[in-house]
């Protein structure tokens, strides 16, 4: 069932989401950065053990993270720059607070049946 969040509710998990993100973003830039440099390993080693853990590792992190960020009900968007949206309700039409890492509060809504372009001031 989705989580319905009032701005004070999704504004109290920013903090938290700050942190999530911020690891979410460097694991998986890791992970994109060893995966094009595993494949060439990956041939020169023969699909080596060594090589797939090396690789994995932060697939795993990135699975873990986001899993951990929809577990708090939130809707993971874009994770290397830190995207995400949380159900709300305005005006008695069911909307997206939108809220990217680095931003200082949530500042944006868009549309259920748009997306981030679709995004407005609150």
């Known amino acids: 069932m989705e989580r319905v969040f009032t701005q004070d509710e999704a504004t109290a ?30 041939v020169s080693s023969n699909g080596s053990a060594a090589a797939a853990v090396t690789v994995s590792g932060p697939m795993l992190e990135v699975e873990r993270l986001s899993d951990e960020i929809e577990g708090l009900g939130v809707i993971l968007r874009d994770p290397e720059t830190g995207l995400v949206d949380f159900a709300a309700m305005r005006d008695g039409q069911q909307i997206y607070l939108c809220w990217r890492l680095g931003e200082a509060s949530i500042g944006y809504f868009h549309p259920r049946d748009t997306g981030f372009m679709g995004r407005q001031p609150l």
């Open 13 to 42: 998990l920013l903090p938290r989401l700050t942190e999530l993100l911020t690891a979410l973003r460097d694991a998986h830039r890791m992970a994109m950065e060893l995966a094009g440099s595993g494949t060439k390993h990956t």
